[in-house]
């Protein structure tokens, strides 16, 4: 339960962490809050030649609220996120999420990038992030991109991050007038991790029926899962239809079997907690001016 | 920009407990066997190394952390409270002799990491409920006592703080909160 031997590097800039990240050419792991990092070296489930601490990096700190989105960076800590109040007025499906990710102990060290670099599927921040439509911000030796979250994860533990690249931030799109946003999972233990995560953002009309409806599944495939919704559009925003949205994606859903839960028993979390996320999330959206 | 080599032994220099420590690590040190190994602080405990038990959860700048899933060289020129921070001088602070009265531990393991927990989470929220309570010990694996009795004597201190009309937090030497 001791990390292999490795070379630590700081670097002062992100233009410094791309040139070690290039110089390792994949064999450099990188380090900030070391929540999922820390007990996969100790595990020796990676043995990487170096470990790159991006933690003093300042332009990776900070929250920008900006037109349309809002922009977290890369080092921002799951605890100040959940503190902050900017976040739960601009991205409540954040704020939602947020005390479902670890523990109090964790959180005060985990950051919002670190989470969504380290792609674990059942995980609530990259979820939240591929069901609002948002983005991932990547910082390269030439150029700085953004990728769509929902072409950002690849599979467990893998993205489409290059290896001489690094994430420097998260776009957030902003709250939606008429929308409302629901959190909920299935864990053995509060802030374990989920067996089944369900995320949902509802915009409904003001006479009450689907405007746009976004359903996002954790912990069921290898990556956040977005369920295609669009046959519910223009629906009454209802218990019945929510009922029918969980049916729908419990359907079309293809789960996992590992030592936690059988593929049949996530099924069945997935159309509970579905009907329950969705049904919330009309109900709030119907309460937003 | 700072590189240190896979052997490479380097000196951190720590504040635990109020007294300035150093001693050598090479970067695969954790800071809990830094701790315990180089500076003599056998009040962290060490469990699953994984982040999961939560048995060596100490103060870093003010913050509840697990330390096994830090390395030493991250900590350099941290101030660090370990439970061995907690005692007015031989008398046990509020929190640790509610936890005596409230029969909060059996034998005793986990206790350092939920005393270090729950001081920093004290200062962050003076009045918390009993849910709040229990998810802040969520982070913790005690086999021994169901819990139950550290919840009663969280609970108890969060009550006699009320009655002294006071949100002066449960602990020994306060330490800055840094970033």
Request: hydrophobic share 40%; glycine share 10%.
């Amino acid at each position: 339960m001791k990390p292999a031997a490795f070379e630590y590097c700081r670097p002062d800039t992100v233009a410094e962490a791309v040139a070690l990240l290039t110089e390792f050419d994949g064999e450099a792991s990188v380090l900030s809050g070391g929540m999922s990092l820390g007990p996969m070296l100790n595990m020796r489930l990676v043995r990487p030649q170096a470990v790159v601490d991006i933690k003093h990096l300042r332009s990776l700190e900070g929250i920008e609220v900006r037109s349309g989105e809002v922009w977290t960076g890369g080092l921002v800590r799951q605890a100040d996120a959940l503190k902050s109040e900017t976040l739960a007025r601009t991205v409540p499906l954040l704020a939602l999420a947020l005390p479902f990710v670890g523990h109090f102990q964790t959180r005060n060290r985990g950051t919002l990038g670190g989470s969504v670099a380290h792609a674990d599927p059942s995980a609530e921040l990259p979820l939240c992030l591929a069901t609002l439509g948002g983005q991932v911000e990547l910082g390269g030796r030439r150029r700085r991109r953004r990728v769509a979250a929902r072409d950002f994860f690849l599979g467990t533990f893998t993205t489409s991050r290059e290896p001489a690249e690094l994430l420097t931030g998260l776009l957030w799109p902003r709250r939606e007038p008429r929308t409302g946003y629901a959190f909920d999972e299935m864990a053995h233990r509060h802030g374990d991790f989920a067996i089944v995560a369900v995320a949902a953002a509802a915009t409904v009309t003001p006479d009450g029926r689907v405007e746009r409806l976004s359903v996002g599944l954790g912990g069921v495939e290898d990556r956040p899962m977005v369920g295609d919704t669009g046959a519910f559009l223009g629906h009454p925003a209802t218990p019945d239809t929510a009922t029918a949205v969980a049916e729908a994606l419990a359907e079309r859903c293809d789960p996992m079997t590992d030592m936690k839960a059988s593929a049949d028993y996530r099924r069945a979390l997935v159309r509970e907690l579905t009907g329950r996320t969705v049904a919330r999330a009309f109900d709030q959206a119907r309460r937003e001016p | 920009m700072k590189r240190i080599k896979p052997h490479e032994r380097q000196r951190v220099a720590v504040t635990v407990n109020g007294r300035r420590l150093s001693g050598l690590a090479e970067p695969r040190l954790l800071l809990s066997d830094f701790l315990r190994h180089e500076l003599m602080q056998f009040g962290v405990r060490v469990g699953c190394e994984h982040g999961v038990c939560g048995a060596c959860t100490v103060l870093v700048n003010g913050r509840a952390v697990r330390s096994c899933l830090q390395f030493a060289v991250e900590a350099d020129g941290a101030v660090i409270t370990t439970v061995e921070g907690l005692a007015e001088g031989d008398a046990l602070n509020r929190l640790q002799a509610a936890f005596r009265q409230h029969h909060a531990l059996q034998c005793g393991y986990c206790t350092a990491g939920i005393l270090m927990s729950t001081t920093h989470f004290l200062r962050e929220n003076p009045r918390p409920t009993e849910a709040e309570v229990r998810e802040m010990l969520s982070g913790h694996i005690c086999r021994c006592t169901g819990y139950h009795g550290m919840v009663q004597a969280i609970l108890h201190v969060v009550a006699e703080t009320e009655e002294q009309g006071s949100v002066e937090p449960a602990e020994g030497r306060p330490d800055p909160v840094t970033t």
